[in-house]
């Protein structure tokens, strides 16, 4: 038995220790990719109620030399305790609002474009980049919306509404990303400057067979509307999740059912063609 218990912690030992380099074997790849530029961002439309695209999100994936096109979940944790987040976070800040130029030289100007900020980004620094890509690009800044998360707002409070003040003052919008994971109440909310909800997919994938996600949604949306935010529904993969969003007033809503993550050039010329 004694034997057996030190196999197992010399297994456990090296399986940890394989984990280990092979983290730092990613960071080192991550920090390669930047300096060669491997990481794009594709685009995923939002529609208002009347069906019209009012703005895409701006989701960044790896082109991996070797593994092919890779999605955040491998790569943004790493990017996160590693301190590269930031780094890739103003790249991609600077791809998105180039590329607003590309849309605005497509006749779609009128779109907002929005832009994921990770905790591990929110800092003086980001106030800086965003001030100097508005500046660099040109770019009216109420079309720029960055996306943050509940935690955030509830990890300190006091410094989040401090640095969404400094950006909000630029002219920039803000929304809540996974809105309802996070336990924050409505009223709380109103202290920040947000301008819109993004609904948690997971509430939205359970509409109308699950009662209390419906619940939920439903007073997300009207005490969100009584504090003149808008909301947005995110994950919606099915008309009859449309139709009951839409019926209930819902302001925004992006989902596979109306268009998946694209490359810029495929997105563009579908909401040409439409
Ligand atoms: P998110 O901000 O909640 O983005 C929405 C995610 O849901 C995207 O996954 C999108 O492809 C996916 N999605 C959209 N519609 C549907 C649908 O109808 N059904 C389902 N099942 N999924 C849908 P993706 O691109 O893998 O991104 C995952 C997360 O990675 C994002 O979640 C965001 O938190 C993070 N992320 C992506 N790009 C960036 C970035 O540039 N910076 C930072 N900090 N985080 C990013
Ligand atoms: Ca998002
Ligand atoms: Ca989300
Ligand atoms: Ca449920």
Redesign the pocket.
Known sequence: AKRQGRNRAVAFHSEFADGMSRRLQLVSELRLALEQDQFV??F?PLFDREGRAVAL?????WEHPVRGLL???EF?PVC?ESGL?AD??RR?LHQAARHYRRLAEHGLGHLRIA????PA?FNDELVRDVAQVLREHQIPSDVLEL?I?EGLLMADPERAIELMNQIAAMGVSFSV??FGTGYSSLAYLKRFPIDRL?ID?SFVRDLGTDDDDAAICNSIIGLAHALGIRTVA????TTMQLDWLRARQIDEV????LG??QSFDVLVATLQAR
């Open positions: 961002p594709v995923q999100e701006t989701l960044a994936r999605l955040p979940g943004i996160e987040i890739l976070g991609i832009v994921n900020v990770s980004q996306e998360t990303d996974d993004k997919r995110e994950g919606v993969e992006q989902g596979y059912l998946r993550p």
